[in-house]
């Protein structure tokens, strides 16, 4: 069974992604993708979709979907108070929708408490456009990819792929999952990165390195799906000098001759020659991904141990939610994604 759904409104930034494009960076294509993968996983799952099926990301609200078939959704990130015709409906839920139900994501309140910025909305059978270098996901800067390679406009239409969910499936009552919580710092409510030290840190003066660790970074307005800009104090360096272009990869800190750090997200360049100061680790670039704009953040470093063990835990977490939707008999044993790949590698 397919669907189609179709863009009333499509809010500031909304683009079909799915877990990215890899194995193209020495070809100086970004991996790009859902900037939160464990979100989409989660969304995907609670609809009955593969891991890696495309869905929405969208950004900052604002968003409007009518579908013109029934189907099911469910969404990870913020809620931005959505409503299915009028009706409160909550992220980390499994929803049945009717044929001709609108689906409204209101504008990004950054004054609730636990704002984010994005949300990733899987639907029953994922979103069908061209695959494109094994990928579904759009690449916006490089236009290609998703919806025409751009971001989603009003009176876009989106076809579905073909759902294995049932007819009882797809109607079955509202469900939902524990979503995964951030650590915040209790006393200004910044959002703590775990953070590997980077290559390059050794370029800076004892000052600014003990400032990292320290300080709080506050992200700015310029911030997109490239990188985060962060504002705090100027990180200096020992001496001046060019040094050369080296690899990056989501979740490296750079620190350009403003000696305010960028954060680089799934949007970014395959290589970059400003000082790699670290690296978010992989179990916590979700967190990023999620954080509003002028929120605060809080970089702790760590081991590689401790990262690869953070990386364990959330592939555990996937587990378990794998096993929670076999035991209430959501997925049968041929959908159970522990069969497969549970993440983007």
Same mark, same amino acid.
């Given at each position: 069974?397919?669907?189609? =759904?179709?863009?009333?409104?499509?809010?500031?930034?909304?683009?079909?992604?799915?877990?990215?494009?890899?194995?193209?960076?020495?070809?100086?294509?970004?991996?790009?993708?859902?900037?939160?993968?464990?979100?989409?996983?989660?969304?995907?799952?609670?609809?009955?979709?593969?891991? !890696?099926?495309?869905? $929405?990301?969208?950004?900052?609200?604002?968003?409007?979907?009518?579908?013109?078939?029934?189907?099911?959704?469910?969404?990870?990130?913020?809620?931005?108070?959505?409503?299915?015709? !009028?009706?409160?409906?909550?992220?980390?839920?499994?929803?049945?929708?009717?044929?001709?139900?609108?689906?409204?994501?209101?504008?990004?309140?950054?004054?609730?408490?636990?704002?984010?910025?994005?949300?990733?909305?899987?639907?029953?059978?994922?979103?069908?456009?061209?695959?494109?270098?094994?990928?579904?996901?759009?690449? $916006?800067?490089?236009?290609?990819?998703?919806?025409?390679?751009?971001?989603?406009?009003?009176?876009?239409?989106?076809?579905?792929?073909?759902?294995?969910?049932?007819?009882?499936?797809?109607?079955?009552?509202?469900?939902?999952?524990?979503?995964?919580?951030?650590?915040?710092?209790?006393?200004?409510?910044?959002?703590? $990165?775990?953070?590997?030290?980077?290559?390059?840190?050794?370029?800076?003066?004892?000052?600014?390195?003990?400032? =990292?660790?320290?300080?709080?970074?506050?992200?700015?307005?310029?911030?997109?799906?490239?990188?985060?800009?962060?504002?705090?104090?100027?990180?200096?360096?020992?001496?001046?000098?060019?040094?050369?272009?080296?690899?990056?990869?989501?979740?490296?800190?750079?620190?350009?001759?403003?000696?305010?750090?960028?954060?680089?997200?799934?949007?970014?360049?395959?290589?970059?020659?400003?000082?790699?100061?670290?690296?978010?680790?992989?179990?916590?670039?979700?967190?990023?991904?999620?954080?509003?704009?002028?929120?605060?953040?809080?970089?702790?470093?760590?081991?590689?141990?401790?990262?690869?063990?953070?990386?364990?835990?959330?592939?555990?977490?996937?587990?378990?939610?794998?096993?929670? $939707?076999?035991?209430?008999?959501?997925?049968?044993?041929?959908?159970?994604?522990?069969? !497969?790949?549970?993440?983007?590698?």
């Amino acid at each position: 069974m397919t669907a189609a =759904i179709t863009v009333l409104r499509a809010g500031m930034l909304a683009s079909v992604q799915d877990l990215g494009r890899h194995g193209h960076r020495h070809l100086g294509i970004c991996p790009g993708g859902a900037l939160d993968s464990l979100a989409l996983v989660l969304a995907n799952r609670l609809v009955g979709n593969p891991d !890696g099926a495309a869905g $929405l990301e969208l950004t900052m609200g604002g968003c409007e979907l009518r579908f013109e078939a029934a189907t099911r959704v469910a969404w990870a990130g913020d809620d931005f108070d959505a409503r299915l015709d !009028g009706q409160p409906v909550w992220p980390g839920w499994s929803v049945p929708v009717r044929a001709g139900q609108i689906l409204t994501f209101g504008r990004a309140n950054r004054s609730r408490k636990k704002a984010g910025i994005r949300t990733w909305l899987a639907v029953a059978g994922g979103i069908d456009v061209p695959v494109i270098l094994g990928s579904r996901s759009t690449d $916006l800067m490089a236009g290609f990819g998703g919806h025409e390679g751009r971001a989603l406009k009003a009176h876009d239409t989106l076809i579905c792929g073909p759902s294995a969910l049932t007819t009882a499936q797809l109607e079955r009552r509202a469900f939902g999952a524990r979503m995964p919580s951030g650590h915040t710092d209790p006393a200004d409510g910044a959002i703590e $990165l775990r953070i590997v030290p980077g290559p390059e840190l050794e370029f800076f003066t004892v000052a600014s390195r003990e400032q =990292i660790w320290r300080d709080a970074w506050r992200i700015t307005p310029q911030s997109n799906r490239m990188g985060s800009r962060l504002e705090g104090p100027e990180l200096k360096r020992k001496r001046n000098g060019d040094m050369l272009s080296s690899g990056v990869i989501p979740g490296t800190i750079q620190v350009p001759p403003s000696g305010q750090p960028i954060v680089l997200m799934g949007d970014a360049q395959t290589i970059g020659g400003y000082p790699r100061v670290g690296v978010v680790i992989r179990a916590d670039l979700w967190k990023l991904a999620q954080a509003p704009l002028d929120g605060r953040l809080r970089f702790r470093p760590v081991e590689t141990a401790e990262a690869l063990a953070a990386w364990g835990e959330q592939k555990r977490y996937l587990a378990h939610l794998a096993q929670g $939707l076999l035991s209430m008999g959501w997925l049968t044993p041929a959908q159970n994604p522990l069969h !497969g790949e549970t993440h983007a590698d």
